[in-house]
């Protein structure tokens, strides 16, 4: 594998996940920049068709455990995964020599994206029990979207399925119809249910409201070359707890 293979035109940036009810740092996103600045999710689309994605994931691995060793206190980041890789046995047997070699105290998860779908349950099953037998977690990126469906996570036994922003964002009665789907499902399964894009105080409220439990969004931070573990976002919580919902919806 060319390690360095991307460097020249993509960097990693880290959003924070936050636990909506602590307000720290649960773990960080690792997000695909590219330097040329065209959208991730059309560069990302352009490697799963050209075959390049599975080199990209296993770099995205590698610079993910490198930012985790280079952190003392340990924090889970969370790595994009396309969903044809999770059935590549290549990519599996590259994927599980990075994770067994990593230092203890990296903690490194994975979010599985099917803007391809998942050609194969059992190969991508195996991937996921694999990981999680090393320590990782692993979950459903984009729920609703492209492929991804409630049937993916019920059938590979995840930790946690994320709500993109197209969903988060719109404050309407099909939203949150499928957000409580979504949150219904998790407390049922013993899930984390993360909201993505979340923005501002009527956004946040709303969401909890509706059993979101983790979150992220320009409301805690955004995306930066650097991660910060002990942040604390506690000073969200008093304006959000003097917001009522019937306001936080009107917000929107």
């Given at each position: 594998m060319e390690i360095g293979l991307f460097d020249g035109w993509v960097e990693q940036h880290y959003q924070p996940i936050v636990d909506l009810k602590?307000?720290?740092?649960?773990?960080?996103?690792?997000?695909?920049?590219?330097?040329?600045?065209?959208?991730?999710?059309?560069?990302?689309?352009?490697?799963?068709?050209?075959?390049?994605?599975?080199r990209f994931d296993l770099w995205s691995i590698n610079k993910a455990i490198a930012k985790g060793e280079s952190h003392e206190a340990p924090v889970l980041i969370s790595v994009n995964l396309s969903g044809l890789n999770v059935c590549d046995p290549v990519f599996f047997d590259r994927a599980m020599a990075l994770l067994s070699k990593k230092p203890e105290h990296v903690k490194i998860g994975f979010e599985i994206t099917e803007s391809m779908p998942i050609n194969c349950m059992i190969k991508a099953a195996r991937f996921v029990g694999e990981a999680q037998a090393l320590g990782c977690t692993v979950g459903l990126d984009d729920l609703y979207t492209g492929h991804s469906s409630l049937a993916t996570a019920t059938a590979l036994g995840l930790d946690f399925i994320k709500l993109p922003g197209e969903i988060t964002k719109q404050r309407i009665a099909q939203s949150e119809e499928?957000?409580?789907?979504?949150?219904?499902?998790?407390?049922?399964?013993?899930?984390?249910?993360?909201?993505?894009?979340?923005?501002?105080?009527?956004?946040?409220?709303?969401?909890?409201?509706l059993g979101v439990t983790h979150g992220q969004g320009?409301?805690?931070?955004?995306?930066?070359?650097?991660?910060?573990?002990?942040?604390?976002?506690?000073?969200?919580?008093?304006?959000?707890?003097?917001?009522?919902?019937?306001?936080?919806?009107n917000l929107g």
């Open positions: 602590t307000m720290r740092i649960g773990a960080c996103e690792a997000l695909m920049r590219p330097k040329t600045g065209r959208p991730a999710d059309k560069v990302t689309q352009e490697m799963e068709r050209s075959g390049l994605i599975r499928m957000i409580r789907q979504a949150c219904r499902f998790a407390g049922k399964s013993g899930l984390m249910v993360v909201a993505e894009h979340i923005d501002d105080l009527g956004q946040l409220v709303w969401l909890k409201s320009w409301l805690f931070a955004k995306a930066t070359e650097g991660i910060d573990h002990s942040a604390n976002y506690a000073h969200v919580l008093k304006p959000a707890q003097e917001l009522t919902l019937e306001a936080a919806i």
